[in-house]
């Protein structure tokens, strides 16, 4: 089977390493796939070991950049001829689909990753006239979905996953410090996040000042960046924060880390998490979407929107290594049985065939 994987951009977000793990474990089998996007150090790492890559402006706003999308699109179509192709968010779909001319027009698979509240109900319409399977990454995304319009049979629920952690060289815990000039003995926190209104890290960075000797370490980068390195100077902890932009070694600064905090509005089931589990790494994090399913006792949540409730799960936490140990323990064990790379991929390789064979077309079109 061949599959056009397609997406906005291959950078440090989880929907990018969904398609990036994806991608590496059907090629493994013996599958072909090739990614479009508008780039990205993981496009980059994928075309190193051999998947194809091609160039497509989804990144870029507005309607010209969609349509300067659909013909690109309609160009790789041609040139790769996929048995199917499998779309990230709504604004991929829209592109494969007006991309689709011809007699041959492979299906269209759409995972949804997680969407702004007021997005579900326009987003239901256009699945619903664009895609022919539709993928929830969590059961909060597919309620959503539903409760939008979609009927609750036109909905499957493939969880996101995490692949093993690497093995990091050397002592990430004493290297990331020596580097970033943490002082011994004091705690690093890790923010793996776009900086973008979504992830509310001025949360996190408002709640700082009330977490003695501890360092936030901020992996991501986007629009809201200065502005929230100029917050991070007026909190009176600005020598503890340090902003260090994208990263494609998360891996590491994990192995570094006491604690990953997530401070979201909203989340489809973030990988950030996920992976900090799967590495060890407890987690504080709003209560938000596909976060509130997992197992208690995995996660420590606070109500979302709140920088006193964050920063003081946060201080807590540092102050209690034993049930931060207790935090990990669940946390990794949960991630094993549940959010396996190789289950996703399996989830994903039946719905695949099912919708190359016509068996399993499961949107009704309008």
């Known amino acids: ?6 997406v906005a951009e291959m950078g440090s977000g989880g929907a990018e390493a969904v398609v990036h793990d994806l991608a590496l474990r059907m090629r493994a089998d013996g599958d072909e796939v090739t990614v479009a996007s508008a780039g990205g150090w993981r496009a980059d790492e994928l075309a190193v070991v051999g998947v194809p890559t091609a160039r497509v402006p989804l990144r870029d706003p507005g309607p010209v950049a969609l349509l300067r999308s659909a013909r690109a699109l309609r160009a790789t179509l041609r040139a790769f001829a996929p048995d199917l192709v499998h779309t990230h968010n709504v604004r991929a779909t829209v592109a494969v689909h007006a991309s689709r001319l011809g007699r041959r027009r492979p299906p269209i698979v759409t995972s949804v990753h997680g969407l702004a509240d007021e997005a579900y109900r326009p987003a239901a319409r256009l699945l619903a006239r664009c895609s022919d399977a539709v993928v929830a990454v969590s059961g909060d995304v597919r309620d959503r979905l539903v409760a939008a319009g979609l009927p609750s049979t036109a909905v499957r629920v493939i969880e996101n996953a995490v692949p093993e952690p690497r093995l990091v060289p050397g002592d990430p815990a004493v290297d990331v410090r020596r580097e970033l000039g943490v002082p011994p003995g004091a705690a690093v926190v890790l923010s793996a996040a776009r900086l973008a209104p979504p992830k509310r890290l001025d949360l996190v960075i408002d709640g700082w000042a009330r977490i003695p000797d501890a360092h936030l370490v901020v992996a991501g980068d986007g629009p ?10 007026g909190c009176g902890a600005a020598g503890r924060i340090t902003f260090l932009g994208d990263r494609d070694d998360v891996g590491r600064l994990l192995a570094a880390a006491d604690l990953l905090v997530l401070s979201s509005d909203r989340e489809g089931l973030p990988m950030a998490v996920l992976e900090a589990l799967a590495a060890g790494v407890p987690v ?29 799960a946060v201080r807590g936490l540092l102050a209690d290594p034993g049930r931060r140990r207790r935090l990990a323990a669940v946390g990794r064990a949960h991630v094993e049985r549940r959010y396996s790379s190789s289950r996703m991929a399996d989830a994903y390789r039946s719905l695949y065939r099912s919708a190359v064979g016509g068996r399993e077309l499961v949107v009704t079109k309008p």
């Open 284 to 312: 504080v994090a709003s209560a938000v979407g596909g976060l509130r399913g997992l197992e208690p006792g995995s996660v420590e949540l606070v109500e979302p929107g709140d920088a006193v409730a964050l920063a003081d």
């Open 224 to 233: 809201d960046r200065a502005a929230l390195q100029d917050r991070a100077e």
């Open 1 to 6: 089977m061949h599959v056009l994987s397609v």
